[in-house]
């Protein structure tokens, strides 16, 4: 089994983790904008995250040394880990739902905004839960005023998306052609301001948890092992985790089909597998999350899960194609733009002080 016990390796990891989480969304909004049926892109999305953790397990999994304390991925298939299991299983249950969530908001709120909270949250969370579970691993003095930096940069973008809000009601009066412009880009979902904050906040707290839930897994902090069993090694730990996952979004989503919400219309899983349009993009979207969480979950067993949370600063990629991409702040006033810099700022920031917080992970038993 193959194991990344460079630092260096380990922070590039992150980096390349940071893009791919950054940009899937991006592919989501871009289909939703098209009117293509959630359930339908979400299906595909799955199936292929679910390849990419195939493919770690059966390739990087398997190959190098085979020793009893880092067994190859197949040989860990039938030990005696129930409890890492299960935890691994908790994390893709959590991410799923947490992502199901996140598809739906980002139909009613944006991409910049939506990501903004949901990273943020995660990051205070997941990082502070994953700095415990590691025994204070990464460096105390720089992880947490970089999680502080992500709370600044969370009150700068609702700031921001306020701001963002207020220029465009104000173009709306003044220009009738923009006002139908938006009105063409309008989701076909509806839903209430109430059910979107739910919506955002179930997506927060799922987020925030499949790390931990993930660091456990691998790591088994609480000793609920057999002795003598050894730890899930990272590729064992994101397979069992992607297949809670691929269960739990088939089942939701293929129910979804024939009982829709928020106005979207019913389908069916034969008009599922007719409907190709899209679908290269839903699946390159699965691709880079399947790379994106492997990626993460492979830094931070070599260099500290919490240091590893810094991948959440998506919103540092996913602004950037909402500005771009999706005009999200075209035309907007000097405030909106000023607010937007500072943002973008302060993840960059608190990107830098997570990963220069990494430490790497000593002793063969956990270094898998």
Do not use: K
């Given at each position: 089994m193959y194991a990344m016990q460079d630092e260096a390796g380990a922070i590039t990891l992150m980096i390349v983790s940071l893009w791919c989480l950054g940009s899937w969304p991006a592919l989501f909004n871009l289909l939703e904008r098209r009117g293509r049926v959630p359930m339908h892109t979400y299906l595909d999305y799955t199936f292929s995250n679910y390849s990419v953790a195939?493919?770690?397990?059966?390739t990087v999994g398997n190959i190098g040394p085979d020793t009893p304390q880092s067994p190859n991925f197949l040989k860990q298939l039938s030990?005696?880990?129930g409890p890492?299991?299960?935890?691994?299983?908790?994390?893709?249950?959590a991410l799923c739902l947490g992502n199901i969530c996140l598809q739906y908001s980002l139909a009613?709120?944006?991409?910049?905004?939506t990501e903004v909270v949901s990273a943020s949250v995660a990051v205070v969370l997941g990082t502070t839960a994953n700095y415990f579970l590691d025994d204070g691993l990464n460096r105390a003095s720089i992880l947490?005023?970089?999680?502080?930096?992500?709370?600044?940069a969370v009150v700068l973008g609702s700031f921001c998306h306020a701001s963002n809000v207020a220029d465009m009601q104000t173009k709306i009066k003044a220009a009738e052609p923009l006002s139908q412009m938006l009105e063409d880009m309008k989701s076909p979902m509806k839903g209430s301001e109430e059910f979107t904050a739910l919506l955002v906040n179930s997506s927060n707290n799922h987020e925030a948890s499949f790390s931990p839930l993930f660091n456990v897994a691998t790591n088994d902090q609480f000793h609920l092992l057999k002795p003598g069993i050894p730890?899930?090694?990272?590729?064992?730990?994101?397979?069992?985790?992607?297949?809670?996952?691929?269960?739990?979004?088939v089942v939701l989503n293929v129910y979804l089909l024939y009982h829709p919400v928020l106005g979207i219309p019913k389908s069916s899983l034969t008009m599922y597998c007719q409907d190709r349009e899209g679908r290269h993009i839903?699946?390159?979207?699965?691709?880079?999350?399947?790379?994106?969480?492997?990626?993460?979950f492979m830094g931070g067993q070599a260099a500290g899960y919490a240091a590893a949370d810094a991948v959440q600063a998506l919103p540092l990629v996913g602004t950037l194609w909402g500005v771009f991409l999706f005009k999200e702040y075209h035309g907007s006033s000097r405030k909106t733009y000023i607010l937007l810099i500072g943002m973008l700022l302060m993840f960059l920031t608190a990107v830098v002080m997570l990963v220069a917080s990494s430490m790497p992970r000593h002793g063969s038993e956990t270094l898998t």
């Open positions: 195939l493919l770690f397990a059966l030990q005696e880990n890492s299991v299960a935890f691994g299983l908790a994390g893709g249950l009613f709120v944006g991409i910049s905004l947490f005023p970089g999680v502080a930096c992500f709370l600044v730890h899930l090694v990272v590729y064992t730990s994101f397979f069992y985790f992607s297949t809670a996952f691929l269960i739990c979004s839903a699946i390159v979207a699965g691709l880079l999350c399947g790379v994106g969480n492997g990626f993460q």
